[in-house]
């Protein structure tokens, strides 16, 4: 037995030295090993909580490994879907009577909309809200100072004169979720919408995953009818449909006070299960190969290299986080969750010295040789070290952003009040397509960007943990505005204004016929200077209300209309 032992350890040992050697010995060459397998079909894009996400962050964990650290997988609950059941019920009682003697139905006189509990009964007496209106600039308030506490409210959507008039003041104040959250200050148990005119577009059906569900039923009646003086029965059952999500992370502990976090997300968008695709043809895989499989790659590179005796000032944490498509969701479990060892006595997260988040490096322009060093504003050490950083510029420029915030894993730490730099290549016209495909990354400009990350770390090496500067942020990216242009902004841009670099199919943008190239300087009543310019104009504008978009387009100065319906 003791022989045989022998042999079997003597033939693993055999195949591990076999396996190292055929992992590959350049840095590209490694980068496309990563990216090939995550970007492949076999694991369908990633999708957050699918069983292909889990396969990435099994490759990933192994990845670790072969790097002689130690992988740990912390795992966090999504919820994939919402649907209303036949359980939902709406009816009214006859007057004087307890019982149900109409009862509406399910997706054909009414439905949930978003907003409402997934769980809650209510039966109340009712009141009509009228539009359930109210601005102080406009002194109205449709609720005057009748008392409404413990009744269901009936509120007309839009607002009186809406056909004739789009453009009113009104528009400002009558959004669903502005009056939800009217109507609750004065403790309604349960919200019933229905359409001022016929024409009137109702409010989608579809329940939002990620929507922040309140705790009444909220209902859109599809009826045009006023309910008869008696109480209503609200009941809104819904099923949420849940899964298992995974950040992968592996820690290099040099035995020193600071942690430098490197990470990158490593989910996609699937096969747009969660409709947030750029592409509007029938259903295919989105292998996001440089959304993110090029981030994850690189991860893993400086995982494998980021070590010896000029990198032994800090300890490293290197971390693939998931959910970041679905609104960062990752990131912030992490950071809500964190490994005690990056608390020191006084502060949750008081040993990380600065974050460097990568996403999106696989797309070096071949014309522009650009990358963009987002973030650099949130510590007043980087600007000064990326003035040191040596690059051959007929190979590679560097472009920077101030913001800590950002469409990206970076903003979960930055809200932290921790210094961030988030590494970017740019965006393109195969962002969130099935298009974003392994054979156009271009792997020598990544190895040229991940020199310019090497250099970043050394320069700071002997100075400590970083200070940290808030900076003038608008909140980019994924965030909850309540409309969509549907271009992509030239990141790499640096003059005056925010020049467009791709349109997507049928999205107000192009109906409107802004272009790529064109450079928005103002939207609506926003002067535009640059993209948190932008951002702040996209934040002000509402889906009722067109607005202008001023361009220059090559010698011509534009103005476009657009509008959001």
Known sequence: MKRNSLILIGLTLGLNAFAQSNEPTDRPSRLKKDISYLASDELKGRQTGSP?????????????????????????????????????????????????????????????????????????????????????????????????????????????????????????????????SEVLKRGVVGIIFIKPYEKFIAPSGNL????????????????????????????????????????VYAYRNNHKKNTIVICAHHDHIGINEYENSRYTGSPEIHNGADDNASGVAAMLEMARTLKGKKYKKNNYLFVAFSGEELGLLGSKHFVQNAPTFLNNTSQKLGKINYVINIDMLGRIDTTKKVLTLNGVGTSPEFEKSIALITTDTNQLKITTTKSGLGPSDHASFYLENIPVVHFFSGQHEDYHKPSDDEELINYQGMANSLSVLEQLIVLNNKKGKLPFTKTQDAQMGRTKFKVTLGVMPDYSFNGKGMRIDGVSDGKPAQKAGLQKGDIITKLGDIDVNGVEDYMVGLGKLSPEKPTNVVVIRGSETLTIPVSFQ
């Not at 601005?135 to 009186?160: C, F, H």
């Not at 909220?218 to 008869?228: A, D, G, I, L």
């Open 208 to 247: 939002k995953r990620n929507e922040k569900t309140l705790n009444v039923p909220v209902f859109f009646c599809n009826q045009t009818y006023t309910f008869p003086q008696a109480p209503i029965t609200m009941s809104s059952k819904i099923r949420v449909f849940k899964a298992d999500a995974h950040n």
């Open 52 to 180: 292909e996400e889990a396969m990435s962050a099994n490759y990933i964990a192994n990845e670790f490994t072969k790097a002689k650290l130690i992988p740990q997988t912390q795992t966090f609950e999504i919820i994939q879907l919402r649907m209303a059941t036949n359980k939902c019920i709406l009816g009214v009682s006859a007057p004087g009577m307890d019982t149900v003697v109409r009862k509406f139905v399910l997706f054909k006189d009414y439905y949930p909309i978003s907003q409402s509990s997934n769980t809650d009964s209510v039966r109340a007496e009712w009141y009509d809200c009228g539009y359930g209106l109210v601005s102080e600039k406009l002194k109205r308030d449709d609720y005057g100072t009748v008392n409404i506490s413990g009744k269901i409210a009936v509120i007309r959507l839009g607002y009186p004169g809406m056909e004739e008039n789009p453009h009113s003041e009104l528009a400002e104040v009558a959004d669903i979720q502005t009056k939800i």
